[in-house]
């Protein structure tokens, strides 16, 4: 796990300034506290920063191949290089080092572009052709290492945190403001847009090529397989399903440093936790964080879990000062505002993981996969029931009836109206408005010039990978899901690890895996009202059963009972002070209204209010360049 950067001139005749690049690589030193390097030639510039996992002797980057023409920086691990070393050898291939970074080298000397396609890992790297002039860009399939990018008129900065393309200038930090309406609606920014005008994302799955003769080729190397029908029983699926899984823990415990999991106390990661001890073979350490207020506190059953394979456990619990003061500089490290308070509580354990091991396994990505989300259930009811009804009762009564369940006051009007009753049909409203932070409607409330943001469609993104996909909703919405909500959880995973230098490792998103699950029918993955019902079958024997049975809590975090009652200035400074209405994106008497019933208890606005408050602390520490001493949260 690495940091990279570099620099491209487009004039041939210009030469990289290595200051320039030296600032790029210094800006990452958290992703590698063991080394640094860099290589310039003329108009091309590379920077590495290392955290040494495999080969940490030898494997120092950047790395070139045996007569120097490929130069190569990489982020990641390739799980299958022990595989592919053999064969690379037998066609010639002289190696070095042990490192793996040395096996996409060779095998682009072999297979060109196309290498990419064979590597099985989580990925980002750049990789410089001298006898082509070409540079490449890629990401593995899934996102889980990140990637971004800018043009200017004479050349092209990359790196794997955005923070390091603005250290080399002459680029400012300004808000892509047509970013604004998907984050209020989701949490995030899917596609290529980030939320610094000029910068972008390489997407998963996708290679950037740039040559001076042919200028810039973007290529999408993999797309998720579609749903297939299975003959075999449930039983004899689950039993297909645990070998698979088993198999790619044992991938993901390749590492010549010491290793430990995540364990949050839920199905995913005891899973994970319980293959990894009994492929390791001794005392697995584990970690865990958890809160004082008992209604976010998961840590008992992270216990249950560490006993239960014997593991070394270790946690942490976190306080509300300590939350709160940790966020300026986690939206640095996060580069973008924190889409999830989660990310808070995530780099806490890091930390106390790094005191013990460099690597970590994590459940990230089992949800997406299984369906087990609260919406998925929800929409695919909704979706059932409203085409019985549509089918039963006339338009103008579906009218009339829709008109009155939104009268409804209380709490069964607040459900009612998020069904089919109060809802038209169609994945649009039931699945993504549905479910976001701040609705399309809540939005035109919220925003001080609505007619600013008519043009930006904050689920256009999702909506594109939902019809992309074909077959069955659920399936769609699994897809969907991959390719936008897991994309963001993968960079909170990424980037609170590393702000700590510890590696993080994803088991269940190996693509040979998420290939095999994806293409299984959605009835073995929701079943009636139980959700991973394949998965829960898979693990029943390795997971203690308060475990396997309890209800998903989805790493709680008391934000809303904190901006409430022990923390409401934090309200009063990033939501309703001067300096965030002076910035104009907001109605300040809606914003107020949202900030006064969630005091009075009327309505839980936590998810509202902590989508304001990092976005206007991220605009104080990237926009406005404020120290992050100066920028105090609590």
Same mark, same amino acid.
């Given at each position: 796990?690495?940091?990279?950067?570099?620099?491209?001139?487009?004039?041939?005749?210009?030469?990289?300034?290595?200051?320039?690049?030296?600032?790029?690589?210094?800006?990452?030193?958290?992703?590698?506290?063991?080394?640094?390097?860099?290589?310039?030639?003329?108009?091309?510039?590379?920077?590495?920063?290392?955290?040494?996992?495999?080969?940490?002797?030898?494997?120092?980057?950047?790395?070139?191949?045996?007569?120097?023409?490929?130069?190569?920086?990489?982020?990641?691990?390739?799980?299958?290089?022990?595989?592919?070393?053999?064969?690379?050898?037998?066609?010639?291939?002289?190696?070095?080092?042990?490192?793996?970074?040395?096996?996409?080298?060779?095998?682009?000397?072999?297979?060109?572009?196309?290498?990419?396609?064979?590597?099985?890992?989580?990925?980002?790297?750049?990789?410089?052709?001298?006898?082509?002039?070409?540079?490449?860009?890629?990401?593995?399939?899934?996102?889980?290492?990140?990637?971004?990018?800018?043009?200017?008129?004479?050349?092209?900065?990359?790196?794997?945190?955005?923070?390091?393309?603005?250290?080399?200038?002459?680029?400012?930090?300004?808000?892509?403001?047509?970013?604004?309406?998907?984050?209020?609606?989701?949490?995030?920014?899917?596609?290529?847009?980030?939320?610094?005008?000029?910068?972008?994302?390489?997407l998963p799955g996708r290679t950037l090529a740039w040559s001076l003769q042919r200028g810039f080729?973007?290529?999408?190397?993999?797309?998720?397989?579609?749903?297939?029908?299975?003959?075999?029983?449930?039983?004899?699926?689950?039993?297909?399903?645990?070998?698979?899984?088993?198999?790619?823990?044992?991938?993901?415990?390749?590492?010549?440093?010491?290793?430990?999991?995540?364990? /949050? $106390?839920?199905?995913?990661?005891? =899973?994970? +936790?319980?293959?990894? @001890? #009994?492929? &390791?073979?001794?005392? *697995?350490?584990?970690?865990?964080?958890?809160?004082?207020?008992?209604?976010?506190?998961?840590?008992?059953?992270?216990?249950?879990?560490?006993?239960?394979?014997?593991?070394?456990?270790?946690?942490?619990?976190?306080?509300?000062?300590?939350?709160?003061?940790?966020?300026?500089?986690?939206?640095?490290?996060?580069?973008?505002?924190?889409?999830?308070?989660?990310?808070?509580?995530?780099?806490?354990?890091?930390?106390?993981?790094?005191?013990?091991?460099?690597?970590?396994?994590?459940?990230?990505?089992?949800?997406?996969?299984?369906?087990?989300?609260?919406?998925?259930?929800?929409?695919?009811?909704?979706?059932?029931?409203?085409?019985?009804?549509?089918?039963?009762?006339?338009?103008?009564?579906?009218?009339?009836?829709? /008109? $009155?369940?939104?009268?409804?006051? =209380?709490? +069964?009007?607040?459900? @009612? #109206?998020? &069904?089919?009753?109060? *809802?038209?049909?169609?994945?649009?409203?039931?699945?993504?408005?549905?479910?976001?932070?701040?609705?399309?409607?809540?939005?035109?409330?919220?925003?001080?010039?609505?007619?600013?943001?008519?043009?930006?469609?904050?689920?256009?993104?999702?909506?594109?990978?939902?019809?992309?996909?074909?077959?069955?909703?659920?399936?769609?919405?699994?897809?969907?899901?991959?390719?936008?909500?897991?994309?963001?959880?993968?960079?909170?995973?990424?980037?609170?690890?590393?702000?700590?230098?510890?590696?993080?490792?994803?088991?269940?998103?190996?693509?040979?895996?998420?290939?095999?699950?994806?293409?299984?029918?959605?009835?073995?993955?929701?079943?009636?009202?139980?959700?991973?019902?394949?998965?829960?079958?898979?693990?029943?024997?390795?997971?203690?059963?308060?475990?396997?049975?309890?209800?998903?809590?989805?790493?709680?975090?008391?934000?809303?009972?904190?901006?409430?009652?022990?923390?409401?200035?934090?309200?009063?400074?990033?939501?309703?002070?001067?300096?965030?209405?002076?910035?104009?994106?907001?109605?300040?008497?809606?914003?107020?209204?949202?900030?006064?019933?969630?005091?009075?208890?009327?309505?839980?606005?936590?998810?509202?209010?902590?989508?304001?408050?990092?976005?206007?602390?991220?605009?104080?520490?990237?926009?406005?360049?404020?120290?992050?001493?100066?920028?105090?949260?609590?």
């Amino acid at each position: 796990m690495c940091g990279i950067a570099g620099i491209i001139h487009f004039d041939p005749r210009e030469t990289v300034d290595a200051e320039r690049l030296r600032r790029m690589g210094e800006a990452l030193r958290h992703r590698g506290p063991d080394g640094a390097g860099q290589w310039i030639e003329g108009p091309i510039g590379l920077a590495h920063r290392r955290l040494a996992i495999v080969d940490v002797a030898g494997g120092a980057q950047p790395m070139t191949g045996e007569d120097g023409t490929v130069v190569l920086v990489h982020n990641g691990e390739t799980y299958n290089h022990p595989i592919l070393r053999p064969e690379l050898e037998a066609k010639g291939h002289r190696y070095r080092t042990r490192s793996d970074t040395e096996t996409i080298v060779h095998l682009y000397e072999e297979e060109g572009e196309r290498a990419v396609e064979r590597l099985r890992g989580m990925f980002a790297f750049a990789l410089w052709d001298r006898s082509k002039g070409r540079l490449l860009l890629a990401r593995d399939r899934l996102g889980i290492k990140p990637l971004y990018y800018a043009c200017t008129d004479r050349e092209l900065l990359f790196a794997s945190e955005i923070k390091a393309i603005l250290a080399a200038g002459p680029l400012r930090a300004e808000l892509n403001d047509v970013v604004v309406p998907e984050f209020l609606a989701t949490r995030f920014v899917s596609g290529e847009e980030t939320f610094f005008r000029g910068v972008r994302k390489l997407l998963p799955g996708r290679t950037l090529a740039w040559s001076l003769q042919r200028g810039f080729r973007q290529r999408r190397y993999w797309h998720l397989p579609a749903p297939a029908p299975s003959p075999l029983a449930f039983r004899d699926q689950a039993d297909r399903l645990r070998a698979r899984l088993e198999e790619a823990v044992r991938v993901h415990l390749m590492s010549d440093v010491p290793l430990g999991v995540f364990l /949050s $106390g839920g199905l995913d990661s005891t =899973g994970v +936790a319980a293959l990894a @001890a #009994r492929l &390791t073979g001794g005392p *697995l350490r584990t970690f865990a964080v958890g809160f004082a207020e008992k209604g976010s506190n998961e840590l008992a059953y992270a216990r249950l879990a560490a006993r239960a394979v014997r593991a070394e456990h270790r946690e942490v619990v976190i306080s509300g000062e300590q939350f709160f003061r940790a966020l300026p500089r986690l939206v640095w490290h996060e580069d973008e505002p924190i889409a999830f308070p989660s990310s808070v509580p995530l780099h806490f354990v890091s930390r106390l993981a790094g005191e013990h091991v460099k690597v970590v396994l994590t459940g990230e990505g089992a949800d997406e996969l299984f369906l087990g989300y609260n919406r998925n259930r929800v929409t695919s009811w909704n979706e059932r029931l409203g085409a019985a009804y549509a089918a039963l009762i006339p338009g103008l009564l579906r009218d009339a009836v829709a /008109s $009155g369940v939104r009268g409804l006051p =209380g709490l +069964a009007g607040r459900y @009612a #109206r998020r &069904t089919f009753m109060a *809802l038209p049909p169609g994945p649009r409203s039931l699945f993504f408005d549905n479910f976001a932070v701040f609705s399309q409607t809540r939005q035109r409330a919220l925003l001080a010039d609505p007619g600013r943001f008519e043009t930006c469609d904050p689920y256009a993104e999702g909506l594109r990978c939902y019809r992309e996909a074909g077959g069955a909703s659920l399936a769609r919405m699994s897809r969907a899901d991959l390719q936008t909500y897991l994309v963001e959880l993968l960079m909170k995973q990424d980037q609170m690890s590393m702000a700590a230098s510890i590696e993080s490792r994803v088991p269940y998103l190996d693509h040979e895996f998420v290939e095999h699950v994806v293409a299984l029918p959605s009835g073995l993955k929701l079943r009636g009202f139980g959700t991973k019902a394949i998965l829960r079958e898979a693990l029943r024997d390795l997971v203690p059963r308060e475990i396997l049975t309890r209800r998903k809590m989805g790493f709680p975090v008391p934000v809303g009972p904190w901006l409430k009652d022990r923390f409401p200035a934090v309200v009063r400074e990033f939501a309703l002070g001067p300096r965030a209405r002076r910035r104009g994106l907001f109605d300040p008497v809606a914003v107020g209204r949202l900030a006064a019933e969630h005091q009075a208890g009327a309505a839980d606005h936590a998810d509202r209010l902590w989508l304001l408050i990092v976005l206007e602390i991220w605009q104080r520490v990237f926009i406005d360049r404020e120290g992050l001493d100066e920028v105090i949260a609590a």
